[in-house]
């Protein structure tokens, strides 16, 4: 099983969350309910790695975003409104999703570098229903264990 979290993804560039220790490979990123992890931000202009740490509440809050935007997608809605902040923004590096066409992914590092960068992503039909099977998936094999 992949360790990626979550992916945003088109054909010319990619920011996906990536856990240090996938299910099945050992314990080493996680402890008691905290992973550590790796935003990869991978564009013609910038390819980075940033460390991040989030919670199994986290994961839920991701898995509740994604299938809010399946939902919405799947109802034909406009993808706009409010921006949200996965993990919570202010204890470490995080992502501002803003849902509009084309989707933004915001790649925010308050905390150690002060820098921000814009992924601008022109994402698939059916996006949000497939990245929600992946992270359900993820989280059963971190539930179940080694």
Known sequence: MSGDVIRFADRTQSVTVEMEAAPGR???GRYDGWHEGEIVIATGFVTARLPLSFTDADLADLA??????AAAEEDGALPDGPATDWPEAGRTAYLRLHAADPFV??????VQSGVTVSVPLHLRDGWATRAAARLD???TALADGP
């Open 64 to 69: 509740g975003y994604l299938a809010a935007r």
């Open 26 to 28: 050992g314990r080493r």
């Open 137 to 139: 998936a993820l989280r």
């Open 105 to 110: 992914v915001e790649i925010r590092d308050p």
